[in-house]
């Protein structure tokens, strides 16, 4: 089978009996065997047998797990070819809004992420690719330094009550969260780890903080934080140079988690209103707050579709989950007066899908992408909106 082009989740696209097949590690122009895994009526998803003639494009790929662990799609191609196949089908996403992104902005490729989660069943490790087993690592090269240097005390714990492990690094500091029963013995590892917590309650040392330029967040056990610290640090001074151009001084921030971007961009307006729907996350808004001394934003634990009054405020920052924004978001953004969105997104689709609803009001005036997740096919964009008419 002749491999045609890629598709946006890093798979090699086919054709058999009329019907598309998507490859795991296949690329453009190569020729290869293939077993279809999955069949379903519109697609198959296959996996390479034999590669009969080799892209140029491909390297052998660093980490001893790809092609079997599910986490990274796009070790087989370098760098530079991966921030070009990530524009290129960005573009093609984008095309029918008449759109492109400006740029990608990149830091490291490899050690970059600040949390893991292992799955354990009879032993720890990801999940394979396209599957629920689950295979054994003792290192993933995604991951930044003090993780690795973590995963080798693991073995020491008794899984048997345990279904998932993270581990996470902010500020040269680890955290362990063991979620499962409450019944778990942590004797054996308590001196490897700076905190430990047992589902979400700290059963031992303090808790961490993480500093992004000159702000502090506590990280919690199970809340959101950005995975990509460095790269995370980048969009967020894109965010508050964007405020400051724009000259915004009251600033909406829907799904705002633990006040990352709230705080982050606090000094150069003159107020923010955070909202949150995970208590958690809102109680460490409050406490970012206060860790940072900061007066001018204020939170509230609640669902976005309840947003109400927004006209008040010039600009709203939106940073939904993959699912995007809700239909209520949108029709309350397009039926309001506010003069500037700032759009994160960590979905390309269902970004496309709002901004086809948003454009009816707003230009979409630039789409800034972020390489927040290298060697797998996710991306953050960050668009800029303004209105078109009151
Ligand atoms: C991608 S995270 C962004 C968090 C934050 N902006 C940051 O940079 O750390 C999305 C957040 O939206 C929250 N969320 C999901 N659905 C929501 C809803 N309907 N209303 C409010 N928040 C929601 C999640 O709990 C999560 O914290």
Do not use: W
Request: aromatic content about 10%.
């Amino acid at each position: 089978m002749q491999i045609v082009k890629m598709d946006n989740q890093g798979r090699g696209i086919t054709y058999y009996n009329d019907k598309i097949v998507f490859v795991n590690n296949a690329l453009p122009l190569e020729d290869v065997d293939i077993s279809i895994t999955l069949d379903k009526k519109k697609y198959s998803v296959a996996s390479v047998t034999k590669y009969n003639k080799i892209s140029n494009f491909r390297i052998k790929p660093k980490c001893k797990y790809y092609g079997i662990c599910g986490g990274c799609q796009l070790e087989h191609i370098t760098y530079t070819d991966e921030l070009d196949y990530k524009t290129n089908y960005l573009n093609d996403i984008f095309k029918s809004l008449g759109v492109k992104t400006d740029r990608i902005i990149t830091n490291k490729d490899y050690n970059y992420r600040d949390k893991i989660t292992l799955k354990v069943n009879k032993c720890i490790g990801f999940y394979k690719l396209n599957s629920n087993d689950i295979i054994s690592i003792d290192k993933c090269i995604i991951a930044d330094n003090l993780i690795n240097d973590k995963i080798k005390y693991l073995k020491l714990i008794d899984t048997t009550n345990i279904k998932e492990i993270i581990i996470k690094s902010f500020d040269s500091k680890s955290m362990l969260v063991l979620n499962g029963s409450n019944d778990i013995d942590i004797s054996k590892i308590s001196k490897y780890f700076d905190t430990i917590y047992i589902n979400n309650r700290l059963v031992s040392g303090n808790r961490i903080i993480a500093t992004i330029d000159n702000i502090k967040y506590y990280i919690a056990p199970n809340g959101f934080f950005q995975v990509n610290i460095s790269i995370a640090e980048m969009m967020f001074k894109y965010i508050k140079k964007l405020c400051v151009n724009k000259k915004v001084e009251r600033i909406l921030d829907l799904y705002c988690g633990c006040g990352s971007i709230s705080l982050f961009i606090a000094d150069s307006v003159k107020y923010v209103y955070g909202v949150e729907l995970n208590k958690e996350s809102i109680k460490d808004a409050n406490n970012n707050k206060k860790l940072n001394n900061i007066t001018n934003v204020d939170f509230s634990c609640d669902t976005t579709d309840n947003i109400d009054n927004i006209s008040s405020f010039d600009t709203v920052i939106v940073d939904p989950p993959r699912s995007g924004l809700s239909k209520k978001v949108i029709q309350k953004l397009l039926s309001s007066k506010i003069k500037n969105i700032i759009y994160v997104s960590c979905d390309p689709i269902t970004l496309k899908r709002d901004l086809t609803y948003l454009k009816d009001k707003y230009n979409i005036e630039s789409i800034t992408t972020f390489d927040m997740f290298p060697n797998t096919y996710h991306v953050e964009n960050v668009v800029t909106l303004t209105r078109i008419s009151p």
